[in-house]
T-cell receptor, first 113, second 113 residues
């Protein structure tokens, strides 16, 4: 089944404790992206990757890191999480960057205390 | 850079009536305009999209119209049903920014029985 998976789905952590949210797609998509969703603010892009070893900042990259060493995986790293990073995170992938449907993962609900 | 404004933020309609959600964008170079639907607790999913060389596109009860001169596009849902209740997001793709999608803040559509 074609899908985007994320892990974990729920995470409660403390300020400053490094964490990684994994994202994987099995559709051989070139483009992958991370979003955060907060009430009233819609979807805001954190980082995106147009292909392996190519990553770029989105609208809200501060406090996050990503890597794209393999085509299928695009992990999101929070080196030192803070309470303002409490949010719902979505990973998405599409065939290419140019005007194709984005397939979203199920989301990761992160709480930083 | 591109800015996408979406209105209204909440829309309540009687079951069977039509619903219209409007988005305006600022960058005249934008050339791809998708609409995503997010049901409560679920991931966003593409419901319809339109490219800049087309003025209107329909898919059963859903249609999207694009006015490039005025820089706005709208989602039209006819004969609304309870399962149409969700948050709807519009977005615009900007070629000059690696085709990054810029998202509207979302519209919560409530279908009253």
């Amino acid at each position: 089944e074609a899908q985007v998976t994320q892990n974990p789905r729920y995470l409660i952590t403390v300020t400053g404790k490094k964490l990684t949210v994994t994202c994987s797609q099995n559709m051989n998509h070139e483009y992958m992206s991370w979003y955060r969703q907060d009430p009233g603010l819609g979807l805001r892009q954190i980082y995106y990757s147009m292909n392996v070893e190519v990553t770029d900042k989105g609208d809200v990259p501060e406090g996050y890191k990503v890597s794209r060493k393999e085509k299928r995986n695009f992990p999101l790293i929070l080196e030192s999480p803070s309470p303002n990073q409490t949010s719902l995170y979505f990973c998405a992938s599409s065939l290419a960057a140019t005007a194709y449907e984005q397939y979203f993962g199920p989301g990761t609900r992160l709480t930083v205390t | 850079g591109e800015n996408v404004e979406q209105h209204p933020s909440t829309l309540s309609v009687q079951e069977g009536d039509s619903a219209v959600i409007k988005c305006t964008y600022s960058d005249s170079a934008s050339n791809y305009f998708p609409w995503y639907k997010q049901e409560l607790g679920k991931r966003p999913q593409l419901i319809i999209d339109i490219r800049s060389n087309v003025g209107e596109k329909k898919d059963q009860r859903i249609a999207v119209t694009l006015n490039k001169t005025a820089k706005h596009f709208s989602l039209h849902i006819t004969e609304t049903q309870p399962e149409d209740s969700a948050v709807y997001f519009c977005a615009a793709s900007v070629p000059d920014s690696n085709y990054q999608l810029i998202w509207g803040a979302g519209t919560k559509l409530i279908i009253k029985p």
